[in-house]
């Protein structure tokens, strides 16, 4: 391996100013809010942007690199620096391939518990949109039997038909009111 590729690796053990690169390609992702789902999106360049490990890791057996990287996510800064280098290099090498892949698998859980939510308070509101209108419906359905009532009360050709469909609309709010609903 390149000594470049090297120093970088052990690069990620160094804590300065709060906690170390390999610190933080450890940390689990947070609730499923728009923020931390866009905080994990670039997440994914960084992770990419460290070092390209597959080249290094060709010809190894996909199982074994998965288990080097779990082997890896297990172990902290100071466990990781104590390991000798070029086995170090290899956990890392493992851990960089892997954790953009669980990356954006906790992306996508992400996005679909944040979906869900979405659904579910998209269902709650729709439930409160319908009891809204039922009871409009029940509304306009005793005024249209008040008005049902009067009509059969009264001869088909009586001008005061009109005038007492009029009367129950306007007790009602007006026929404008009723429209509105």
Do not use: N
């Not at 070092?51 to 060709?58: I, M, W």
């Not at 050709?157 to 026929?175: N, S």
């Amino acid at each position: 391996m390149p000594l470049p590729d090297q120093a970088r690796l052990d690069a990620l053990l160094q804590v300065q100013d709060g906690p170390s690169e390999f610190t933080r390609m450890q940390a689990p992702p947070r609730q499923a809010t728009l923020a931390h789902l866009r905080q994990w999106l670039d997440r994914l360049p960084w992770l990419e942007s460290i070092l390209t490990p597959h080249g290094f890791l060709t010809g190894i057996a996909h199982t074994k690199v998965r288990q080097f990287a779990v082997e890896a996510a297990a172990l902290d800064v100071g466990d990781m620096r104590d390991i000798h280098p070029p086995r170090r290099w290899s956990l890392l090498l493992c851990f960089l391939a892997q954790t953009p892949v669980q990356t954006r698998d906790q992306l996508v859980e992400m996005f679909r518990k944040r979906m869900q939510r979405m659904t579910t308070a998209a269902h709650a509101h729709l439930r409160e949109l319908q009891d809204q209108h039922r009871e409009l419906e029940a509304q306009l359905m005793a005024v249209f039997a008040e008005v049902l009532d009067e009509a059969l009360q009264t001869p088909e050709d009586d001008p005061a038909w009109g005038q007492g469909v009029r009367h129950i609309l306007a007790t009602h709010g007006g026929a404008a009111t009723l429209r509105a609903h």
